[in-house]
């Protein structure tokens, strides 16, 4: 069975303390990695697709990379509105559903 | 853009009651799902759609049907009510599962049954 954790559950940061978020995968043939953002009352919202160890996206302050077993949100030079809930799930080759890990709580102060 | 809309944002049911959660997309996408997310726990599959007339389980199915008469709409059906389904529901869609795979989400239905 397909599994996703994300580490660490929750993270508090003070504005301009950069960090990272984890997400470490279980899973027969990974077709993609994607990573969303929630913000509270709403839907996830896309960020990223990664598809193979090694690569690499970035979206302002934020850098995605994968390696064969997990992959990391790096974010730089947090601000306030970074505050969200960030979303990890993959989906293999044996069907196109997504699984999603229990998400990572960031709040960044001013 | 609309996007993915879901109605009604919130209700509350009581034990043995049905309801429909309304959603559509206006993107023409081909992929709709149905998602449930509590607290503490990553999104899980209730039901999904490949096109118009073709519906499957996802990993949660029971107590809940689904329809896909139209590419636009993919309206979930809760039957008997219990507490265990208190939670809130996403609607996504998709264009592709081999390219464009990102899903949209609609903005959620929180349901509590009481």
């Known amino acids: 069975e397909d599994q996703v954790t994300q580490s660490p559950e929750a993270l508090r940061l003070q504005e301009g303390e950069s960090s990272s978020l984890n997400c470490s995968y279980t899973?027969?043939?990974?077709?993609?990695l994607f990573w969303y953002r929630q913000d509270p009352g709403k839907g996830p919202e896309f960020l990223f697709t990664?598809?193979?160890a090694g690569e690499e996206k970035e979206k302002e302050r934020l850098k995605a990379t994968l390696t064969k077993k997990e992959s990391f949100l790096h974010i730089t030079a947090p601000k306030p509105e970074d505050s969200a809930t960030y979303l990890c799930?993959?989906?293999?080759?044996?069907?196109?559903?997504?699984?999603f890990g229990a998400g990572t709580t960031v709040t960044v102060r001013a | 853009n609309a996007g993915v809309t879901q109605t009604p944002k919130f209700r509350i049911l009581k034990i043995g009651q049905s309801m429909t959660l309304q959603c559509t997309q206006d993107?023409?996408?081909?992929?709709m799902y149905w998602y449930r997310q509590d607290p503490g726990m990553g999104l899980k599959l209730i039901y999904y759609?490949?096109?118009?007339?073709?519906?499957d389980k996802g990993e949660v199915p029971n107590g809940y049907n689904v329809s896909r008469s139209t590419t636009e709409d993919f309206p979930l059906r809760l039957e008997l009510a219990a507490p265990s389904q208190t939670s809130v529901y996403f609607c996504?869609?998709?264009?592709?599962?081999?390219?464009?795979?990102?899903?949209?989400f609609g903005q959620g239905t929180r349901l509590t049954v009481v």
């Open positions: 759609s490949v096109g118009a007339g073709i519906t």
């Open positions: 899973v027969s043939g990974l077709r993609g």
């Open positions: 990664l598809y193979s």
């Open positions: 996504a869609s998709s264009y592709s599962q081999i390219m464009n795979t990102e899903a949209f």
């Open positions: 993107m023409n996408h081909n992929y």
């Open positions: 799930a993959v989906q293999t080759f044996n069907d196109y559903k997504l699984s």
